[in-house]
Each structure stands twice: as C-alpha cells, then as structure tokens.
C-alpha cells in the first residue's frame, strides 16, 4: 500500500457529509462499540454489497471488539497521514453506526482511488442513497481524477 497523501496538501479534507437519511465523519475510536455492533450483525449483507465480493472482510467468524478497535485506530492515523480516508456513517440525529466509507488508493493501480462502502442490513435500503451522495460529494468536493466506487 502507498504512503503518498490521496490529496494535495493544501487541501481541506472535509470533517462531515450531511444527507438527510445519515451523516458521515471521520471513523474514530469513540465509534468502536457502535461500528462492531453495526457489521458484525450484517457479514452475509456486507459481503453481497457491490465491491465487496472476494475481498474477505468482513471476516465470517466477526472478531473481538480489541481487534476491531486496533483496526479503527489504524484508519484514523490513515485519515491523519491523508494516504486514506475513513467515514462511519451515522443515523441523522445520533451516534449510531449504521454503515462506513472507505477511499483508499487501488490494490492494484495505486493511482486510482478505490471507494467502497457498506450498510447494516437492517439499513439496506440507504446503500444506493449512501451512493450517490458520496459520489457526488466526491466528484465536487475532492481533487481525486480516477475514483472507482462500485455502482447501485
């Protein structure tokens, strides 16, 4: 994986996106509780979610609560370091997790920015929502030129 930054330096990488069904901030530690509760009840839904397939996460078995904070931590230094950025998606009005974005640079063409997203599946009904907003977010808002972000 890149070390290079997604973006310029000069750069204002957005704190929020707003929407009327959720809203996205940067995924943090304060999420943990909320964010395990919210995939590991929705593994078969997330990995049959456009992007998803093959990729093997979620893991079929979940993982403990400390192993999924170590991974929170790890995107947020990520989003510190600008070389990915990591949104929980939040109920309008409170702090549940209900789904998260990820943009990262491509496995395979690290000039291409990867996009991927998910819901819970009790949630489903906000994935191609979830989709457009983010795309058109990306597409006014971001310097990024080649994004990929599988289609709803």
């Given at each position: 994986m890149t070390t290079d930054p997604?973006?310029?330096a000069d750069f204002t990488v957005p704190?929020?996106?707003?929407?009327p069904e959720f809203r996205l901030e940067p995924l943090g530690e304060q999420h943990n509780d909320s964010d395990h509760a919210a995939w590991t009840g929705s593994i078969d839904h997330i990995r049959a979610t456009p992007g998803w397939a093959g990729r093997g996460w979620p893991p079929a078995g979940g993982m403990p609560l400390d192993r999924?904070?170590?991974d929170l931590r790890r995107h947020a230094a990520d989003f510190e370091a600008r070389t990915g950025?990591?949104?929980t998606?939040?109920?309008?009005?409170?702090d549940e997790v209900i789904g998260c974005v990820y943009m990262y640079p491509d496995r395979e063409d690290p000039s291409v920015v990867s996009v991927s997203s998910w819901v819970r599946?009790?949630?489903a009904e906000l994935d191609a929502p979830l989709y457009r907003a983010v795309s058109g977010w990306l597409?006014?808002?971001w310097p990024l030129r080649d994004v990929r972000y599988a289609e709803r």
């Open positions: 997604l973006v310029p704190r929020e996106l707003l929407a999924n904070l170590d950025f990591t949104y998606v939040l109920e309008p009005d409170r599946a009790d949630r597409a006014e808002h």
